[in-house]
């Protein structure tokens, strides 16, 4: 692939169109905004007497976004352990446990997961510098005198980046590996008006937009800025997405815009949803399932306003003169008169069923939760009639586990894309601290190692019947030691657990006291 973004190139770029729409189409439905599901709903009952009561029939049962934040529950409810290899009071495993703390990256994780269970795609970007942001401090400086800026020292970062903002360069003859990737975003600038146009629009300023690039390429970033115009919107993807159109190159305003990083790696790391063999781009948790969220959402809507046409039924009763005695008979929204020797006064009831409807329901909302891979009692409680169970009539770890196969596969392979961005985020903020310290005095360089996370499913263990397991398996060995249980059982790092170790030995002190064995045997 050539480079994406130059002068007389488009933003986005024609082939990045339908990604990005998806996102954007994903992230509507995660937010219980389907207009797509409206406009159908609506075709149903366009042309009716019913068409004026649509909006406020209209239903939006936003299903997908407990399907898609579950795996993420599971993924990190747990917390994971991060381990160096090294010894626990190393500097390794010390500065491991600080990036890990420092960057919530639990927190990180889990919005990545639920992010690239709407768009398919999740990026982690890693860098070293301050993490306070004190532009409007600066700012300040400029204006006022006596401001000066807080220490904001550089430490080893990582954060998520928005994918619709990501544009990777393939490598040639490659659909699957990076030979670059930009991170390119429009920013809109205020600038003034000229004379005549300040005349004629009556505003001293407008919106100018510029394209902001941010390429990664192996061993350094490369920022780019141009200017930019609109050139109309792309609606051909369920999206309307705005595209612009490239102009001439000018200023950064960066001191260099070349920065060397030094590092063989990019520092922007994909973490996809689900992916095949032949495109780098995930697959959501979402696009698959669009039409039966639609259907489901459709077959609400019928039945929504089946009970609410039918809550005021029409009257019938004899046609009697309507004066201030009998006002009282006409009771009902519409009353039709009839003669006296017709049958007996009643109500006009719609005969329909809505068995049928609440069964295709039913199958719906079985289907939906078959496709995302989720047992419906996982939640709680059931929707359908029909759901395997409730997941509570089995004790034993294995069978819960069995119970819990679907949406443990689904987690397992999950976790497999962000095991592998995660630990490459880790090992490159660990490189890039160590390159971005060199030849600084009072600093002490430490090994950057490939770290090893240690997951957990999140599903409920019987650790009696794995400690029963274990006893027999050994015949009666011990099988972890003191400080690897603190760390499992509690989710501790290596540095927390040696404390509550040392605890632990200051209470046997106060406690027991200490007493040379020699007296005992004398």
Avoid at 79 to 96: C, I, V, W
Wanted: hydrophobic share 35%.
């Amino acid at each position: 692939m050539t480079k994406l973004f130059t002068t007389g190139a488009q933003y986005p770029p024609a082939a990045d169109i339908e990604r990005i729409s998806k996102y954007h189409r994903g992230k509507t439905i995660f937010n219980g905004k389907q207009a797509e599901i409206y406009d159908r709903a609506a075709e149903l009952l366009r042309g009716t007497p019913h068409e004026p009561q649509l909006n406020t029939l209209f239903i939006a049962v936003n299903l997908i976004d407990v399907l898609l934040t579950k795996p993420a529950d599971l993924m990190v409810a747990e917390p994971p352990t991060f381990e160096s290899g090294k010894a626990g009071d190393s500097d390794e495993q010390a500065r491991l446990n600080s990036i890990v703390e420092e960057n919530d990256l639990l927190q990180t994780i889990h919005e990545t997961v639920i992010g690239a269970g709407y768009r398919g795609d999740s990026f982690l970007k890693t860098y070293y510098g301050p993490r306070a942001d004190v532009s409007e401090t600066e700012e300040l400086m400029r204006n006022y005198d006596g401001i000066t800026l807080p220490p904001a020292p550089a430490e080893p970062i990582i954060e998520a980046v928005d994918a619709a903002l990501v544009f990777p360069e393939l490598s040639r003859g490659s659909r699957k590996k990076f030979a670059a990737i930009n991170i390119a975003w429009i920013e809109w600038v205020e600038e003034p008006n000229g004379i005549i146009e300040s005349a004629l629009t009556r505003s001293k300023t407008h919106d100018v937009p510029y394209l902001n690039v941010e390429r990664h390429v192996p061993g350094y970033i490369v920022y780019e800025r141009y200017e930019t115009t609109e050139s109309g919107v792309v609606t051909e993807y369920g999206y309307p997405l705005l595209t612009f159109l490239i102009g001439k190159r000018v200023p950064t305003g960066r001191d260099s815009d070349i920065t060397p990083t030094k590092l063989p790696q990019l520092l922007v790391h994909h973490i996809p949803y689900k992916t095949t063999d032949d495109d780098w781009r995930g697959i959501s948790g979402v696009e698959k399932v669009e039409s039966v969220l639609a259907a489901i959402n459709d077959r609400l809507v019928q039945i929504d306003y089946i009970l609410y046409k039918h809550s005021d039924p029409i009257a019938y009763g004899p046609d009697i003169a309507e004066d201030e005695d009998s006002a009282g008979v006409r009771w009902g929204g519409k009353y039709i008169p009839v003669t006296k020797d017709d049958a007996s006064p009643g109500y006009m009831v719609w005969e329909g069923q809505l068995t049928s409807a609440f069964k295709e329901l039913d199958i719906l909302l079985g289907i939906l939760y078959q496709m995302s891979e989720t047992p419906q009692w996982l939640f709680g409680t059931t929707l359908s009639t029909d759901v395997g169970g409730t997941g509570t009539s089995h004790t034993d770890g294995g069978a819960i586990k069995a119970r819990f196969m679907p949406i443990l596969t689904k987690v397992t392979r999950i976790r497999n894309h962000v095991d592998c961005a995660v630990r490459d985020a880790l090992w490159t903020a660990m490189q890039l601290e160590n390159v971005a310290n060199e030849g600084v005095a009072g600093y002490e360089p430490y090994e950057a190692v490939y770290p090893k996370i240690t997951w957990r499913d999140g599903i409920p263990r019987d650790e009696k019947a794995e400690a029963e397991v274990y006893q027999i398996r050994t015949g009666g060995q011990a099988t972890i030691d003191v400080k690897s249980s603190i760390k499992r059982l509690d989710g501790l790092d290596d540095a927390q657990a040696d404390e509550i170790m040392a605890r632990i030995a200051d209470d046997d002190t106060r406690v027991n006291g200490t007493v040379d064995s020699g007296v005992l045997s004398e």
